[in-house]
């Protein structure tokens, strides 16, 4: 019987222990806002590598998607923000027949958003396996000067 319950003591610990490391891996929400003043709520963020997130983007404005319509792109390492933005619809291939999105921009969109009209929001899931900055930004033409921001994964 004494064993019974050292087994049972020790299947509790090594257990409860496993469950702790699975709570730190299951997905993380992050939210971010975006308005008619084309604005993002949040231009940094801090993550951590090897975690799943649950990316919010929420269009809080009033302005119908036509007119100001927004959208998070991510982009991967290396790519600036500004950069990208100046190539969207010459490089890129975003169009109003396509929502804005950089269909021609390949391996340097990590994840997107769709395009979002008032009071929508679109949810992605993004796993950061590299340490380091991410730039991110939305694509409706001339939002990407002042809707831009990092993601620093540590």
């Not at 940094?44 to 927004?70: E, F």
């Amino acid at each position: 019987m004494k064993y019974f319950f050292s087994l049972f003591a020790v299947s509790t610990l090594i257990f409860s222990e496993t469950s702790i490391v699975a709570e730190t891996k299951i997905n993380q929400k992050v939210i971010i806002e975006s308005n008619d003043l084309m604005k993002f709520d949040k231009t940094s963020i801090k993550l951590s590598k090897g975690v799943t997130y649950d990316i919010v983007l929420k269009n809080v404005g009033k302005l119908p998607k036509a007119a100001m319509g927004h959208n998070l792109i991510i982009l991967d390492q290396g790519n600036d923000a500004i950069a990208f933005g100046a190539k969207l619809i010459t490089d890129y291939g975003a169009t109003a027949t396509n929502d804005w999105k950089p269909v021609k921009a390949g391996k340097k969109v990590l994840a997107q958003t769709k395009m979002l009209g008032p009071n929508e929001s679109d949810t992605i899931k993004v796993k950061f396996d590299k340490k380091g900055t991410y730039h991110f930004v939305c694509s409706f033409p001339g939002h990407f000067a002042q809707m831009r921001g990092v993601i620093v994964v540590e």
